[in-house]
Nanobody
């Protein structure tokens, strides 16, 4: 695996979580990193993308609630998730690409062009 996700958990609605995407013997410093979510029974949908210079793009569904950041010293990209909702439940994946180019996924949702080398994901459950 080129990337490893972690930080998923069970959290109540309105709560917060911080996910990590660590490069697994792969240097993420010059790569854009995207976060995706796959809800039960649905296609994987893009949530955010952060470039190597830390410019960010967010899907409308998470704008204002989620923030992506990176720590080059730790070779890690983070996704801070606040004000979590039931519909945020799913498996969260990260992947990398040369840059953040928003596009449309197979089911019409947000995606980022060229994302590759997916990790195994980390599960987030938002429930009371």
């Amino acid at each position: 695996l080129y990337v490893v996700e972690s930080g998923g958990d069970l959290v109540q609605p309105g709560g917060s979580l911080k996910l990590s995407c660590r490069g697994n013997e792969y240097n993420l410093e010059h790569r854009a990193v995207g976060w995706y979510r796959q809800a039960p029974g649905k296609e994987r949908v893009g949530l955010s993308c952060i470039t190597s210079s830390s410019a960010t793009h967010y899907a409308d569904a998470v704008k204002g609630r989620f923030t992506s950041s990176r720590d080059s010293a730790r070779n890690t990209v983070y996704l801070q998730m606040n004000n979590l909702k039931h519909e945020d439940t799913g498996i969260y994946y990260c992947a990398h690409a040369g840059s953040c180019i928003p596009t449309t996924g197979p089911d019409g949702g947000q995606a980022y062009y060229g994302m590759d080398d997916w990790g195994n994901g980390t599960r987030v459950t938002v429930s009371a």
